[in-house]
């Protein structure tokens, strides 16, 4: 019987394996077109903004500190347009209303 090897599935090279390369890798900003306008989106790992907590504009609920999202602004907005996301929520953006209801019980930040 051989060892088993630890070894990486995928290519010799870091940047050829899924996840590491590929167009989710935390820091990669791109641009999308959102409610008629170019909009930037980053990918964010959340562990920089230790305690600090969001709310998806998508679905309006918190974001737990240190939770993997996406951070969305205006291509010529400015750093108070930033909106942190859900992927998920980022992701279903088109498909959803763009009035979303509050329960009476959720805070209003």
């Known amino acids: 019987m051989s ?8 290519g010799d090279h870091p940047a050829d394996r899924r ?6 890798r ?5 641009t999308e077109e959102y409610l ?8 964010v790992s959340g562990a920089g903004a230790a305690g600090k907590r969001y709310r998806c504009p998508g679905c309006d609920q918190e974001i737990p500190p240190a939770t993997p ?4 602004w205006p291509q010529y ?7 942190h996301w ?4 980022w992701n279903a ?11 009476r019980n959720a805070p209003r930040h």
Do not use: M
């Not at 996840?19 to 989710?24: F, T, V």
């Not at 935390?26 to 791109?30: A, P, T």
């Not at 999202?69 to 969305?72: K, L, W, Y």
């Not at 907005?77 to 909106?83: A, H, I, P």
């Open 3 to 10: 060892p088993r090897h630890n070894r990486p599935k995928g």
């Open 19 to 24: 996840g590491d390369g590929g167009p989710d």
């Open 26 to 30: 935390y820091g990669l900003e791109r």
């Open 36 to 43: 008629g306008e170019e909009w930037t989106v980053r990918h």
């Open 69 to 72: 999202h996406v951070v969305a």
């Open 77 to 83: 907005g400015g750093v108070d347009d930033r909106r």
């Open 86 to 89: 859900h992927k998920a929520c």
């Open 93 to 103: 953006k088109d498909r959803r209303t763009t009035r979303v209801q509050r329960s």
